[in-house]
């Protein structure tokens, strides 16, 4: 089984040669993002910063930011070989409609994983702090120069209101918690999630918590809300080197990350219930554990400036006010955290891990994709290059409306699909179809809805306009078509011929 913890994670890390102590002092304000920017845009080791300024915890970063890493904390030499075992998950006897085949799914993955087990004790606990918690211990990061400084720009324009709190006196504001798992339960059903969603810290027991609102935390606080019942809440940051990928996994709405967590480390997580919000469950093995609870009766507070994923700062707008309750940690316990930002981040990698891993999930929704990639410029939900064989009129107009259905794809902004002897991981082939193989007026298709909270080019919030580019080659019935012209490519007995008598021709090497 893959690691247990953080720490087992990071020693293993370190045997490999992947990691880097800093052993001097460094500030968590703005100088570590500084620093893992250069390190992760070069795919560069994971950081522990053992001495950060104003904590006398030790900080992780870095620790998923390339493939080798990523697949390390997966267990897996290829994200591919994951991909592989959850596809049997998927086969058996499948349903035929969308809706069967989407209500299947919790039993389907129940299949392949263990579900959780609950044990008393847990290291996560070996330290319990409540009346005297303090968020400011730990060595939370400010990422980006104007994070949590909403004089800075305006407001995202969604037209909630709240309230502006200050940031505790002495204290630096615009520090984000980056890389938790916030553990939430259906008040109703019970149903589990975990997230990662960014937290910012106002007083030592007082924080915003920034989930969409197309995400299942703020789909299980609405529950709460509808019911006036306050929303208990747990923040883990560590714990086995699976969860923080396990947070971020767009797993359809009733499964379980906790059960996925448990398939893809190949045996049950272990949790442990919390000391203060003890329906919620952590797990036992966690750094830190954040415990607090939302009460949905209570204004909303101005949450943002955040430099995100997206390359920009996403605009301050209302989200709830979390309440801490305890932190408790073990003993020695390392911080873990990232930073976000034009990529490549080290976010990049769980990313791509989803988009194989998921490929047989998105291909049982829709049969007619190939391959598929989230090219890096396009952080994840601006682009996407799909690959389709094309065999019947308007085919790639099914698959874009079959995306933009599907999951938290439906978020894509411009989906570009190509046909199925183009290799959609070589961007400038992508590049090169789509100019050359599209008439704009016939060939793209604009469609309206819900979009993702960062885009801010959209004229509404989470709402707006997407593109679907058909740059496959058209056949009959796709509007007016001349003869499509054959792309070129020399004959394979010529380039085999040429391979052959290379070093006759005193070139060198090519
Ligand atoms: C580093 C990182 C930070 C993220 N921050 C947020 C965030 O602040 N708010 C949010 O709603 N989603 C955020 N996400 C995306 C969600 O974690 C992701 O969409 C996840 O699938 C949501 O889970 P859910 O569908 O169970 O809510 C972040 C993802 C990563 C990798
Ligand atoms: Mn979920």
């Not at 570590?32 to 560069?44: L, P, S, Y």
């Not at 930011?65 to 697949?71: L, Q, S």
């Not at 060595?139 to 502006?164: A, N, Y």
């Not at 599209?438 to 709402?463: K, M, T």
């Amino acid at each position: 089984m893959p690691f247990a913890d953080l720490q087992s994670f990071v020693a293993e890390l370190e045997r490999r040669g992947w990691l880097r102590r800093i052993k001097v002092e460094v500030d968590s304000v703005l100088e570590i993002t500084e620093i893992a920017d250069r390190v992760m845009k070069q795919q560069g080791p994971a950081l522990l910063f053992e001495r950060v300024t104003g904590s006398r915890f030790p900080l992780l970063i870095n620790a998923f930011g390339t493939k080798e890493r990523m697949c390390l904390a997966l267990g897996c030499a290829d994200f591919e070989e994951v991909a592989e075992r959850v596809q049997p998950l998927i086969k058996p006897e499948m349903p035929t409609t969308l809706l069967q085949k989407l209500q299947k799914l919790p039993d389907l993955m129940k299949l392949g994983s263990l579900p959780p087990k609950i044990v008393r004790r847990g290291v996560c606990q070996e330290i319990v702090r409540t009346d005297d918690a303090d968020l400011f211990e730990l060595p939370v990061l400010k990422c980006w120069p104007d994070d949590g400084d909403p004089d800075t720009c305006q407001l995202t324009g969604s037209g909630k209101t709240g309230v502006r709190l200050a940031v505790a006196p002495g204290q630096v504001a615009g520090r984000y918690v980056t890389l938790g798992g916030i553990f939430t339960k259906h008040p109703e059903t019970g149903e589990r999630n975990i997230g990662m969603y960014r937290v910012q810290l106002f007083e030592p027991r007082l924080a915003a918590m920034h989930w969409h609102m197309h995400h299942d935390g703020a789909r299980h606080w609405r529950a709460h809300k509808e019911r006036g019942q306050r929303m208990p809440i747990a923040i883990a940051l560590g714990g086995p080197a699976i969860l923080p990928y396990a947070a971020t996994c767009p797993l359809p709405p009733t499964v379980d990350e906790c059960l996925f967590g448990g398939f893809l480390q190949g045996g049950p997580l272990e949790l442990v219930p919390c000391v203060t919000q003890p329906t919620i469950e952590v797990p036992s093995t966690a750094e830190f554990v954040i415990e607090g609870y939302i009460d949905p009766d209570e204004e909303l507070m101005l949450e943002g400036p955040f430099g995100d994923h997206t390359g920009f700062y996403s605009l301050p707008d209302f989200y709830p006010r979390l309440h801490v309750t305890a932190i408790t940690h073990r003993r020695s316990p390392i911080y873990p955290a990232t930073i976000v930002g034009k990529p490549p981040m080290e976010d990049y990698w769980l990313g791509k891990a989803t988009e194989r891993i998921f490929l047989p999930l998105l291909r049982m929704l829709v049969p007619d994709i190939l391959d598929y990639n989230l090219p890096m410029f396009g952080c994840f939900h601006n682009c996407v290059f799909v690959k389709i064989r094309k065999e019947y009129p308007m085919q790639a107009r099914r698959v874009m409306h079959a995306i933009w259905g599907a999951g938290q794809m439906a978020m894509s902004k411009i989906i570009v699909v190509v046909d199925h002897d183009v290799d959609v991981h070589d961007e400038q082939a992508v590049l090169f179809h789509l100019c050359a193989n599209v008439d704009p007026q016939r060939d793209i298709e604009l469609v309206h809805g819900p979009l993702d909270i960062l885009d801010h080019a959209s004229p509404v919030v989470g709402v707006g306009s997407k593109m679907g580019i058909d740059a496959t080659r058209k056949i009959a019935g796709e509007g007016q078509i001349r003869p499509w012209p054959k792309e070129l490519a020399m004959s394979r007995e010529v380039r085999e011929l040429v391979t052959r008598r290379w070093g006759e021709y005193g070139i060198g090497t090519h």
